[in-house]
């Protein structure tokens, strides 16, 4: 089972993916593998998604997981649909209780001390920092992080390719989510390629 920290430490940004349309998911997971992200976060925000995971986990160097989970029938559909990893846009105790019962890597969302201190409980040391321009920016987790050294972190809500440097800058973030790479619709996948090889290049 791949941990958490390494599905995290594969590519600096982790597309944050809404698929409308079941036959967009190849077209662009392709393209995102291509441009060098393989691990892709597909948001349960539509009734496509969960057979996008599917499709998607064809696709060669894929790492496929889903996003937006909330609760255990979620997480139990996700795993069904084949995601290699879960993320989530809060910490509910039985929500990170059934993620490490299923022993699947978990990304769960975190916007304050409490969230972390509970993730802590649960023996969770990653989490998502969400909505990462809205609670806050950098300043925000720069003092959330001082008192937590154990903990890493990948940003997601409000960044872009322009700002998304000066948070991989940051020793405790290891990736930013961005759906600035994934863009929904039809899917051209040259321009999508070259939009995640900029991301891609973030990385150093």
């Not at 009734?47 to 909330?70: E, F, H, N, S, Y």
């Not at 802590?120 to 720069?142: N, Q, R, S």
Request: charged letters at 15%.
């Amino acid at each position: 089972m791949t941990a958490i920290a390494d599905i995290m430490q594969t590519a600096p940004v982790i597309p944050v993916i809404v698929v409308d349309e079941v036959e967009h998911a190849v077209p662009l997971a392709r393209a995102l593998v291509a441009g060098g992200l393989r691990v892709l976060e597909v948001t349960l925000r539509t009734p496509a998604a969960l057979d996008a995971i599917r499709a998607m986990k064809q696709v060669d160097g894929a790492i496929v997981g889903a996003g937006t989970v909330t609760n255990q029938q979620e997480l139990a559909a996700a795993i069904d649909a084949g995601s290699e990893f879960i993320v989530s846009p809060g910490l509910t105790e039985p929500l990170g209780k059934a993620a490490i019962r299923e022993g699947i890597p978990f990304l769960p969302g975190i916007a304050n001390a409490g969230d972390i201190m509970r993730g802590l409980d649960l023996g969770l040391t990653h989490f998502k920092f969400f909505p990462a321009m809205a609670a806050g920016g950098l300043p925000a987790l720069k003092a959330l992080a001082a008192p937590f050294g154990q903990c890493r972190f990948c940003p997601t809500g409000g960044i872009t390719l322009e700002n998304a440097p000066e948070w991989l800058a940051f020793d405790p973030v290891l990736c930013v989510g961005g759906s600035w790479v994934a863009p929904r619709g039809a899917v051209d996948e040259a321009a999508v390629e070259k939009v995640a090889r900029e991301a891609a290049a973030l990385g150093g």
